[in-house]
């Protein structure tokens, strides 16, 4: 069984929040991690603020002062400020967590249970939605185009992804991943550190009890499915997520697989682009969203062929294994057929 150490100042986890404009969510947030108990250490909360506009400084400084407070002079994005709260965290563990979560009780207590008992890896909780209470998912599989394909069978441990609203790990395997690249600016850097953390070895596991509740899509709109059943999202969600999902593909994909699955999925992007422009009759959806993810692969490929070699050196996991939390079916199109065409918001 692998034993943890409390580091050596008595800090046992560093809860990290990145804050932009969400006064309305982070009372709720910082007081879920204040309630929690069972944990053998002291638990810091550190809040990086991202050039928040609203009360969300002001807030924290009358009501918090036991909070680590960054404050941004300018809006740098979600990797960059984690990777800043990371680098001064003085706990053996981190849990990333989003300003519009909120930890149920036991939350850090299983967690940390997770880690005495599985070692070295990443861990994560249920997920409910904030306004219906309804289950999201406890962690996410993947089809062969990387699309997350939500989890909820509490009997799955072993799964593709964590997602990083509530993400923990150890800092020494944060830094020996590398944090996040901050040149993704926002989504899909937890499933890079997860990927990186399989192919380094190290498990990725969702649990089955306690949980956090999330206002999913407050931040950068849509990413869920709406009241009438159908799909939700934004231009500025899915051109990061499009294009960011493709830099992992292109990382930390075997590269026999890659080989093989790149082109079509470069293919698919195409046809559900132009798709999507004809039929909406907007071709903006093309433009910005799907030409511009294979102009921002192209203009990255140096970038991204020396970080795919500085991962690719360390992995440890064979191709079989890598794919061990995949589905071959392609889920945009399972979803497609149960919820109809995506509605892209401005």
């Not at 879920?32 to 924290?60: C, M, R, T």
């Not at 294979?294 to 990255?300: A, D, L, P, R």
């Not at 500085?310 to 939390?325: A, G, I």
């Amino acid at each position: 069984m692998y034993h943890s150490k409390v580091s050596e100042n008595g800090y046992l986890c560093s809860v990290c929040i990145a804050n932009y404009n969400g006064v309305q969510f982070l009372e709720k947030c910082i007081d879920s991690v204040l309630k929690q108990e069972g944990v053998p250490g002291i638990v810091e909360i550190i809040v990086h603020d991202d050039a928040s506009i609203d009360e969300s400084v002001s807030l924290i400084q009358s009501r918090y002062s036991q909070v680590k407070l960054i404050v941004s002079e300018n809006n740098v994005g979600f990797c960059v400020s984690n990777n800043r709260m990371v680098a001064v965290a003085k706990g053996t563990f981190i849990l990333l967590l989003n300003n519009d979560a909120v930890l149920h009780k036991n939350a850090l207590k299983t967690l940390y249970n997770a880690s005495e008992k599985f070692g070295e890896g990443i861990f994560g909780l249920p997920q409910y939605d904030a306004d219906s209470g309804e289950l999201i998912d406890i962690g996410s599989t993947f089809d062969p185009f990387l699309n997350p394909i939500p989890n909820k069978d509490r009997n799955r441990q072993d799964v593709g992804m964590i997602i990083g609203a509530c993400l923990w790990l150890t800092k020494t395997l944060w830094d020996k991943l590398g944090g996040f690249p901050e040149w993704f600016g926002s989504l899909a850097e937890d499933m890079y550190l997860c990927c990186s953390a399989r192919l380094l070895g190290y498990p990725v596991k969702a649990l089955s009890e306690s949980g956090f509740d999330h206002w999913v899509g407050r931040s950068l709109g849509g990413g869920k499915i709406i009241q009438n059943r159908r799909l939700s999202t934004t231009f500025r969600r899915r051109i990061k997520s499009e294009r960011n999902k493709t830099y992992v593909m292109l990382i930390c994909y075997p590269l026999i697989s890659l080989w093989l699955i790149f082109p079509l999925h470069i293919l698919t992007l195409c046809i559900e682009g132009i798709a999507l422009s004809l039929i909406r009759r907007d071709p903006k959806i093309w433009k910005e969203i799907y030409w511009n993810c294979i102009k921002e692969v192209w203009s990255k490929r140096t970038r991204l062929w020396q970080w795919r070699r500085q991962v690719q050196q360390l992995k440890c996991l064979p191709q079989r294994s890598f794919f061990y939390p995949f589905s071959i079916f392609p889920h945009k199109l399972r979803m497609m057929l149960k919820h109809g065409l995506p509605n892209v918001a401005d």
